[in-house]
Each structure stands twice: as C-alpha cells, then as structure tokens.
C-alpha cells in the first residue's frame, strides 16, 4: 500500500506528525502502521522514558517517579530530555511524535523544539475516544498480558491518567492551527481500517496544503474524509 503515497511522502519531508489520545486510545499502533506505510520515523515518548526508567539512568529514575503515579512528567525536564532525543540525524528529515504534547503548557515546548531543530508540523492526529471504552480495552489487555503488566496499567492508574487527560488535553487542543487535526472517532473501528481512514485524510490534507487553499479542521477521519467548512 505505501507506493500510493508518494505525494504524501514528499509533503512530509522535513515535517512532523503528532499523536493525541488518551491512554489506550490505540494510537501506538497507528503510529508504527503509519510509520511503515509512510516511511517515517517514529518516536514514542512513553517508550522513551519508560526505557530510560528500566534503564535507570538519572533520567529514569525521575521518570518513573512520576509515570508510576500516573502524573505528568515536569517541563524543565521533559523538554532538556526530548531535545536531546529528537535531534537525532536519523530524525532531521521529520518523524511520528506520539505521546506529546499533552496539556497548554506543552505547545510553547513544541513550538521551541520545532524551531531549534528546524522542523514544522504537517498534521495531528487525534483519537477522541470515551473513558468507558478504554476501560474496557484496559480489562481486555490486562487478561491477555497477565504476566507482563506494567507499573501503570492498572484501572486506578489509568482512570487517574484519564481525569489528567480530560483535564488538560482537550483544551490544549484547541491551542493547535485547527487545519491540521484530523481527528478519529470510532473506537470500534479495526487497526487495519483506522489507518486506512487516516491515511486517506492525510492525502487530502496534503493536497489541500499543495493547492494552496486553506482548510478547516477534518472532524472524522472514520468516514470518507471530507473538510468541514
């Protein structure tokens, strides 16, 4: 399938795409379909500081302080952390951001760490999905991973980390150009079929930004894509 995004590849070049949604909104696993249709990089925060954590270095060890208590981790040192990450030579030509930002105070972070490594944001992608559903997902994976469950993959952990995220996520949102969130709804919805979905509203977002029009935001990425006026 990824031949069919040539166009789509060139746009992204030298650019980032961000992943937003709540704790196992899924969007891990649309990252690396992404990242393999598209040929992207990705990078995962979480996965990011939960390696530094196993690892222990000084770094993790504040880490896991906070993520085990299902708490945001501090400014100052999440953006000295992911300065030092994302500037990476294999990550110069652009790459999928999942796991930040988070809250208001996130976006300045962005827009600094944007313009230090000379990069610009092409999309984001939004998974806005309800608590009950992701509860449920949570029982699911915590059956099927009995025995590899993770420090913060328990119901009050992820019911904290939810009224964070509903708390602090949608109204930094809106803080975003609003012509670039795609956002996806239906939780219901296959991986398979949710990447096709996002796939095809990201080809319209990049033949809209070719054409030089200037689209609002693309509300649900679930259907045929279409921009809302």
């Known amino acids: 399938m990824s031949e069919e995004f040539g166009e789509l590849k060139k746009e992204l ?6 992943m937003v949604g709540p704790p196992l909104s899924g969007k891990g696993t649309q990252a690396k379909n992404l990242s393999k249709e598209l040929e992207l990089p990705t990078v995962s925060t979480g996965e990011l500081f939960r390696a530094e954590a196993k690892a222990k270095s000084e770094y993790g060890i504040n880490f896991e302080k906070y993520m085990s208590q ?3 981790i501090p400014n100052e040192l999440m953006e000295k952390f992911l300065v030092e990450k994302l500037g ?5 030509d652009g790459f999928l951001l999942d796991g930040f ?3 208001e105070s996130h976006v300045a972070l962005l827009d600094t760490m944007m313009e230090k490594l000379n990069l610009k944001l092409f999309a984001v992608l939004y998974f806005d999905y309800s608590t009950d559903i992701l509860i449920k997902r949570l029982k699911k994976r915590s059956e099927e991973n009995s025995g590899s ?3 913060d993959d328990t119901e009050e952990v992820v019911q904290k980390r939810m009224k964070i995220y509903n708390a602090n996520t949608p109204p930094m949102i809106q803080l975003l150009p609003s012509d670039k969130i795609v956002v996806h709804k239906s939780a219901s919805d296959s991986p398979e079929d949710i990447t096709k979905h996002l796939l095809q509203a990201l080809t319209k977002l990049a033949s809209k930004t070719n054409s030089n029009d200037c689209p609002t935001k693309i509300e649900d990425a679930n259907s045929a894509p279409s921009i809302s006026s």
């Open 149 to 151: 469950k993770r420090s």
């Open 13 to 18: 070049k030298g650019k980032i795409m961000i």
């Open 101 to 103: 930002p988070r809250e």
């Open 70 to 72: 299902g708490q945001l």
């Open 88 to 92: 990476a030579d294999e990550l110069k």
